[in-house]
């Protein structure tokens, strides 16, 4: 076999090849990009601690595959007024020790969200909305918000419930932080239990023997961190692992052509856009326009769309693992607008007369600010989108850094178009808009994401109107007008979707799912 | 003796400071860490309080002295990523760390001395070529490049040794043992190895310079006019005398990785100290990075200390050196 340097290092050479003895039929190891920071499912909002959580625990709501909201422990709920909601819980559920669920586990729960100490990032993400949380009776809990609030149950969906007995303790949280990550407090009702964990090595669930609902397959799963994607693909030929995240995008054919390997696919979420700066007239990374910024023209910013092939780029550089964007929203979201689902074609001719109409026939040059490592082939990304510009007469430099000086130079807005990205985990197209383009205000918390500074009154009317609507399909009307609005507008040049995709020994699969988290409890044999 | 052990514990305490700045204002300048932590969905508010809880609302120096003033009483702060003592964090992944490079330096030692005095001792024979042209690979071949080669040709094609993570693990007091284990043993034999390849071919290089040396020298001369058996010629003279390169070496090799093994832990998921800095410092875990940098330099002033004590012994000639 003649191998090739490059194919060795992206550890895929070895097509064809059978994989080692699989471990026992019932032990299920995976390799993960990165581990949890903590066991608590209420100490850091980070997708590695919540595909662990959902592993132990389960909250009042679910998501599917594609992000819709499912009853899960709530077996169903009503409103009693436009801001209480009232959640039936679903009878015959207990803990992994034997207890039932009772409502006062629910509002034990939601009461430690804001107890717990030096959070990186505090759960009362989801709950700032939430005024009290009560028991009406054993079965019932009341969710009161302190205004109409139609996002309640994806929110909750990230508020895994906890059993009173088992995570109170003296202190004011009850179970501390550290005493969970040594797996004290962990009783859960999910399909899986806590046995074992060392940081930095593997992290060890057995199965839920008094588990409610579908016994999962597997007696013990191994999450076994490999942050190296080469080493976890490497992991899984040699037949160490049975299962790994995040297949590099390089290596998908390889794998799909490998016939001792299955990769599955999620739908895409997280949207890949450029940015750009529409506040100030003396942008710092724009040249050759005598102090004046282009980008204030709408028609420069629709030359500068019309200019990236998105086709283009999901072909040769994603390697296929993406879908080109038209909106910041996929077409399965709710609220995208149906008109610009698909991504616009690429018009190099009208880009030019799109400029020169708006006086800058001769062109600018500009810098495009990008993340080298964060997002998946972003500087790539970047590069090619700059030679895209600069083909059309915007000459575009590329200033590919890492990470956290990328996140340093975006939030002191140093940059006048960056490449970007926002993962929704709502499912719906609001949160995405509210947080990119609405008017950034500090006080109100919107706009947090807006990098750029767009502003557009229309736009932030028709979101605070959708924000508090409790029908779904006038909220969705509302949703989709901003989206179109916002994308007429070229306030965001959105480009593509990221695709994620997971590699298994053949013989199983997985229901992948648009929020990236990787639950064993949904891994399953083949027939 | 003593004031020469006193002084170099005073200039590591000079080295520890400059490196606690410069690794403190690095990360300061790099960027702000609530961007890698705090979830992107954050308000401008939420992520105010998060700054403000970390300590990272203060001015460099305020945060540079407290820091400083608490790291004088042992405590280098809390993980901004996990809440945990970044203490406690490094000496929970050290064990695995230490158990990987003993090996792998023990690999070295037994491969590397004996194939260099081999090669030094006939150096126009073909083995000494061979063992000579080995070496230049092992050096040159990088790190990252020869584990996954020993992953593709052991764990892969010939399914014999696992190609990730440590193993179980027994207790032994505070400590989590892998080598106490047949499994361990198995799980550590790739990474020892590729770790221990390069530092076994710069011990060839080293010995052999080392033997070619000596050998001239008129005592191996007179050993042999003497009609000493040639086991003791070399196992006793010549290896004592070119014990001092190879203790150089070796020592500083050893302690290079320690605090480097980051590449070999990577490729095999190696649940040591080189992840969690690697880890920390794209996070920008402060704390943590400051806390492993300063620990590693206070353990390379001692290891380096222990080299010296060590030559003492070996070279009286040496303890001359040091009275001056």
Known sequence: ?527 | MLVFVINRLLQSVIVLLVMSVLVFVGIFLIGDPTAMLVSPEATDLERQMVREALGLDRSMLVQYLSFMGNALQGDFGRSFLTGQPALQLILERMPATFELVIVAMGFAVLMGVPLGMLAGMRPEAPSSRAIMALSIFGFSLPTFWIGLMLIMVFAVQLGLLPASGRGPTVEVGPLKLSLLTLQGWYHVALPALTLGLAKAALLIRVTRAATREVLPMDYIKFARAKGLPARRIFGVHLLKNIMIPILTVSGLEFGQAIAFAVVTESVFSWPGMGKLLIDSIITLDRPVVVAYVLIMVFFLVILNLVVDLLYMAIDPSSREKVRD
């Open chain 1, 1 to 527: 076999m003649r191998l090739t340097r490059h194919r060795l290092l992206t550890a895929t050479a070895f097509a064809g090849l059978t994989l080692g003895g699989p471990a026992l039929a019932d032990d299920l190891t995976i390799g993960l990009k990165s581990e949890p920071s903590s066991l608590d499912p209420q100490f850091h909002v980070l997708s590695p601690n919540m595909q662990v959580a959902l592993s132990i625990f389960e909250a009042l709501t679910t998501q599917d595959p594609t992000g819709a909201v499912k009853p899960l422990l709530a077996e169903s709920w009503a409103l009693a007024s436009p801001t209480e909601w009232d959640f039936k819980l679903r009878p015959g559920v207990t803990f992994s020790d034997g207890s039932p669920l009772t409502a006062a586990d629910v509002v034990f729960t939601f009461d430690r969200v804001a107890k717990v100490p030096n959070s990186p990032t505090a759960f009362t993400l989801f709950t700032r909305k939430i005024a009290s949380v009560t028991a009406l009776d054993d079965a019932t809990v009341r969710i009161t918000t302190t205004v109409p609030y139609p996002l309640l149950l994806v929110d909750i969906v990230n508020i895994p419930i906890l059993s009173k007995t088992a995570a109170s303790g003296p202190a004011p949280e009850g179970r501390t932080t550290t005493e969970m990550n040594r797996g004290e407090g962990l009783i859960g009702t999910g399909p899986f239990t806590f046995v074992s964990w060392q940081k930095g090595a593997d992290l060890v669930l057995a199965r839920n023997e008094h588990y409610w609902g579908t016994a999962p397959a597997w007696d013990r799963v191994v999450m076994r961190p490999m942050t190296n994607p080469a080493a976890r693909a490497a992991a899984l030929l040699a037949g160490d692992i049975d299962m790994m995240e995040d297949l590099p995008t390089a290596s998908i054919a390889d794998f799909r052509a490998n016939k001792a390997v299955n990769v599955v696919s999620a739908p895409p979420a997280r949207s890949i856009y450029i940015a750009l700066d529409q506040e100030r007239d003396d942008s710092p990374g724009i040249g050759g326009a005598g102090g004046k910024n282009p980008l204030k023209d709408k028609r420069v910013r629709e030359a500068l769309s019309l200019a990236i092939d998105r086709a283009a780029i999901v072909e040769r550089i994603m390697g296929g693992a993406a879908v080109a964007a038209g909106s910041l929203g996929t077409g399965t979201m709710f609220g995208t607008s149906p008109a610009h689902v698909d991504a616009p074609r690429p018009d190099t001719e009208r880009a030019r007369a799109l400029l020169a109409e708006a006086g800058w026939g001769n062109g600018f040059t500009i810098t495009l600010g990008s993340p080298s490592g964060r997002y998946v082939n972003d500087a790539r990304v970047s590069q090619t989108v700059a030679a895209m510009w600069s083909r059309i007469g915007v000459t575009t430099a590329v200033d590919a850094v890492a990470p956290p000086v990328y996140f340093k130079n975006r939030d002191a807005l140093d940059y006048s178009a960056y490449l970007g990205s926002w993962g929704n985990n709502t499912a719906e197209i609001g949160t995405t808009l509210t947080a990119q383009l609405m008017t950034y205000d500090k006080a109100k918390g919107q706009g947090t994401a807006n990098g750029g500074r767009y502003s557009n009154p229309e736009l932030d009317r028709l979101l605070d109107e959708a924000s508090g609507t409790m029908d779904d399909a006038a909220r969705k009307a509302l949703l989709e007008q901003a989206d179109a609005l916002a994308m007429e507008d070229y306030a965001i040049l959105p480009l593509h979707f990221e695709v994620p995709s997971w590699a298994l020994r053949s013989g199983l699969t997985y229901a992948a799912r648009a929020d990236q988290f990787t639950l064993p409890q949904f891994v399953t044999t083949e027939n």
